[in-house]
């Protein structure tokens, strides 16, 4: 059920929920209603969501998304990754990326 749908990435995006951020602007982009869309993905890039900053991207060198919006999203988008960076997160990623020699 699409309303149900909805209605749970809403509860959830209002929660701090990047995908359903997200999800929710394309879902208002595929209803035709690019301006929501593009909020709930400012939205999400503030939060440090990827696709998001993709999806400003596209629409802002099609000229949909004014250069001031689409700065302040990177920015803000920056800061969030930045804040999530720690010396137990690095150590953690490379040991994920060194080989097993067990093996």
Known sequence: DEKKEVYHLE???IGGHLDA???LGVIEKDEG???RAIKHWIIAATLGD???VTCLRERYVVGLVCKEDFAAALRAHQAAVDATKSP???VAEAFGRVPNTLE
């Open 11 to 13: 509860q959830a995006a």
């Open 21 to 23: 951020r997200f999800n």
């Open 33 to 35: 209603r690019l301006e």
């Open 50 to 52: 990827d696709d998001a």
């Open 88 to 90: 137990q997160r690095e």
